[in-house]
């Protein structure tokens, strides 16, 4: 496949005939690489440089589309770049391929990295596993859109440090700690369904992170739904946060972000700010959010004006339908500003899991990706129930009544 690649003029299509290819290969020309089918053109290797390396310069774009790409390091030694795709100074599209670790965590750290002045497109990829799944490397730019970011082993999306990213229409699930993160990155995050990972939903720090988190589900995360750390000034709203083990937003005091016309539902806690006592300052901006079914809506901070304790009327979560009935909610703008994209991401995400489930019925599916099928698999399927339970939760043991929870609130920490 080098051979195939070297001898290719800049800007031609190569096609990958369907098979598996074990060494890796480095494109540093601009081209297309297209397999066949992505079911069948297969990159397996084990090695401690990159399955797929792109650093074509400023020569060109290169796409690499209907692919599977699985990988993982040789050995134990310190590897420059311990990426399954790496792609270095240049411009690069990603669509249609899919990611799979060959090994556990340590072995699997990335899927895909952009590094130095990059600007990387990710779109309708399949990703499970791996540490730190997708990275925006620090000074590069980029975007994943339609997508799946599936069990991740630490975080399922990653910005460092001065990069720029646009996250759109993505299931961001199942991460053993945080569904997203930014430390020091700007990001523009719309139109995202995050549910399921294990610690939080979305991570704005420990560097400060700016841009938009605006019209997401954020649900069952076992923690924290959205955690604001560092002096982040991320403007946060018309999201659904909902679901969440311990706090729905939880702030530290330093941290300016703008958390307005949300919806806070089915929390312990809706919204807290990490202070001493409530006579403190802190830098957020806390306003116009609705508040329904929360053990205690605030802590340490004031709901702000324009704020709603109302139910807003979720017409049919269970179906991934998180449209408001609420009329009153409706005409003052909160909630989400597009449900209705959500409906086909929930069809999405059921889908992607029959998938799943046939791959391991046919002995295509490794141990990990079992484990985490059955994750989700549970998770619908209490989700679909809606049914009715009494937790305790809160240093003050207050009791709350939960319509459509997930599960329990002692049962979603993980």
Known sequence: MQSLIDAAEPGSVVTLPAGVYTEPITIDKPLILKGESVENCVFQVTSNEPAIFVKAGQKGKVVIEDITVKWQLATSERSETPFAVAVRDCEAQVRNCRFYPLGNFKRCPVAIKSLGFSKLRIESCLFEGFEYTVCFGEGSEGSIADSIVAGSGHQGISLYSGATAEITRNIVCNSRYHGVRSTGGTLDMRDNLVMNN?????????????????????????????????????????????????????????????????????????????????????????????????????????????????????RSPEAGDFGITNEEVLQKGHGLTDPAVFQSLWQKSKMSLEQRQMSLKSGRGNAKIQKSTAEIAKRLNLTAKRRDCVCECGSNRKRYKSRSRLSCTSNLRM
């Open 198 to 314: 294990a610690n939080r939903g979305v991570y704005l720090g420990n560097k400060s992170a700016h841009g938009v988190v605006e019209n997401n589900v954020i649900m069952g995360s076992g923690l924290v739904g959205v955690s604001g750390f560092a002096q982040s000034d991320v403007n946060v709203r018309n999201n659904l946060i909902m679901d969440c083990g311990e706090v729905g937003v939880g702030l530290q005091p330093s941290c300016r972000l703008v958390l307005q016309k949300n919806v806070i539902m089915n929390n312990p806690k809706g919204v807290v700010v990490f202070i001493k006592d409530s006579t403190s300052s802190y830098g957020a901006v806390v306003r116009e959010n609705v508040y329904w079914n929360n053990g205690v809506d605030t802590e340490n901070c004031r709901k702000g004006a324009g704020s709603l304790d109302l139910d807003p009327g979720l």
